[in-house]
């Protein structure tokens, strides 16, 4: 991994960041948007907890569940122009859709309870007729990118998500057998863990306005917070405006669509295709969510 998949973005975005998301899974993007709007979205999730910023002692329980947030910090947020280009880079010009909120928001405070929800996990990406649980397929249906919002500074003390790094690769192959039908995310949790047990360990740290951009398949986890400050983070979708295809007969595959195709061990083009932008190695309440967040970070 190098450097946590950090991407500067003082210029044009490059085939850094493309090898980078191939590889590790994820790109953190620092500044992403500017504090000030960190600082107000922040205050308006305070609102939201009920919760007192100056009294610990208010701060009832370790996890509070803050659904979408379409109030006009959190649309500029996402909608900074270097999150755009990003989205451009790893998905592909017009085959995603524009954001205008955020949410979930899983806001963690210092607690001596330890919250049941720290499985390492896939999202699940949409609710099949009948089913009780959130699924996922091999073409990540509907989901393009997972993405971490952070709205506070984050320390490897303030419960960070973590993340094992590459893990993207190991799914593909998990979820091939299920078919177009997928699974839920309950029945890969296990199977995706036990495939991704030997990655490296990542902390999603950093400073209010920093965005992970993560694949869709990215292997992570929440855990409890024994720190002293809250965590304030969105964990939103990047929603598909197109199904992904794998096997593209003009080979213009997105970041996303490669990294599947690179899991599933596909040698077909040796090349890093057009799309993809790099060098090609073997190997709810929100107002705009049609998903509900399965699972924690």
Same mark, same amino acid.
């Given at each position: 991994?190098?450097?946590?998949?950090?991407?500067?973005?003082?210029?044009?975005?490059?085939?850094?960041?493309?090898?980078?998301?191939?590889?590790?899974?994820?790109?953190?993007?620092?500044?992403?948007?500017?504090?000030?709007?960190?600082?107000?979205?922040?205050?308006?999730?305070?609102?939201?907890?009920?919760?007192?910023?100056?009294?610990?002692?208010?701060?009832?329980?370790?996890?509070?569940?803050?659904?979408?947030?379409?109030?006009?910090?959190?649309?500029?947020?996402?909608?900074?122009?270097?999150?755009?280009?990003?989205?451009?880079?790893?998905? &592909?010009?017009?085959?995603?859709?524009?954001?205008?909120?955020?949410?979930?928001?899983?806001?963690?405070?210092?607690?001596?309870?330890?919250?049941?929800?720290?499985?390492?996990?896939?999202?699940?990406?949409?609710?099949?007729?009948?089913?009780?649980?959130?699924?996922?397929?091999?073409?990540?249906?509907?989901?393009?990118?997972?993405?971490?919002?952070?709205?506070?500074?984050?320390?490897?003390?303030?419960?960070?998500?973590?993340? #094992?790094?590459?893990?993207?690769?190991?799914?593909?192959?998990?979820?091939?057998?299920?078919?177009?039908? &997928?699974?839920?995310?309950?029945?890969?949790?296990?199977?995706?863990?036990?495939?991704?047990?030997?990655?490296?360990?990542?902390?999603?740290?950093?400073?209010?306005?920093?965005?992970?951009?993560?694949?869709?398949?990215?292997?992570?986890?929440?855990?409890?917070?024994?720190?002293?400050?809250?965590?304030?983070?969105?964990?939103?979708?990047?929603?598909?405006?197109?199904?992904?295809?794998?096997?593209?007969?003009? &080979?213009?595959?997105?970041?996303?669509?490669?990294?599947?195709?690179?899991?599933?061990?596909?040698?077909?083009?040796? #090349?890093?295709?057009?799309?993809?932008?790099?060098?090609?190695?073997?190997?709810?309440?929100?107002?705009?969510?049609?998903?509900?967040?399965?699972?924690?970070?």
């Amino acid at each position: 991994m190098r450097g946590a998949g950090r991407v500067a973005h003082d210029g044009p975005m490059d085939d850094a960041m493309v090898e980078s998301f191939l590889e590790d899974g994820f790109v953190k993007i620092e500044g992403a948007f500017p504090p000030r709007v960190a600082e107000d979205c922040a205050r308006l999730l305070w609102k939201e907890t009920g919760y007192d910023p100056e009294d610990p002692a208010s701060w009832k329980a370790p996890v509070v569940w803050v659904a979408g947030m379409a109030q006009g910090p959190f649309a500029a947020a996402v909608n900074s122009p270097v999150l755009h280009e990003a989205f451009d880079v790893l998905v &592909g010009e017009g085959r995603w859709q524009p954001r205008y909120s955020l949410g979930s928001f899983p806001l963690r405070f210092p607690h001596e309870e330890e919250p049941d929800d720290a499985g390492w996990h896939i999202e699940g990406s949409y609710l099949p007729e009948g089913a009780a649980h959130w699924h996922t397929n091999l073409r990540s249906r509907e989901r393009a990118l997972l993405m971490l919002f952070l709205f506070s500074e984050v320390t490897e003390a303030d419960a960070p998500t973590r993340i #094992r790094v590459g893990s993207h690769l190991d799914v593909p192959p998990v979820l091939e057998p299920y078919g177009e039908a &997928g699974a839920s995310f309950l029945e890969l949790g296990p199977k995706v863990a036990a495939a991704s047990a030997d990655r490296p360990l990542a902390h999603a740290t950093g400073h209010p306005g920093d965005v992970y951009l993560c694949h869709p398949f990215l292997v992570h986890a929440a855990q409890p917070h024994h720190g002293t400050h809250p965590r304030f983070m969105a964990q939103p979708p990047l929603y598909l405006d197109a199904p992904l295809e794998l096997d593209r007969t003009d &080979g213009n595959y997105s970041a996303v669509e490669f990294a599947i195709r690179r899991g599933l061990s596909e040698t077909a083009d040796p #090349r890093a295709p057009e799309g993809a932008r790099g060098t090609a190695r073997p190997a709810t309440t929100d107002p705009q969510s049609k998903l509900s967040p399965p699972a924690n970070a």
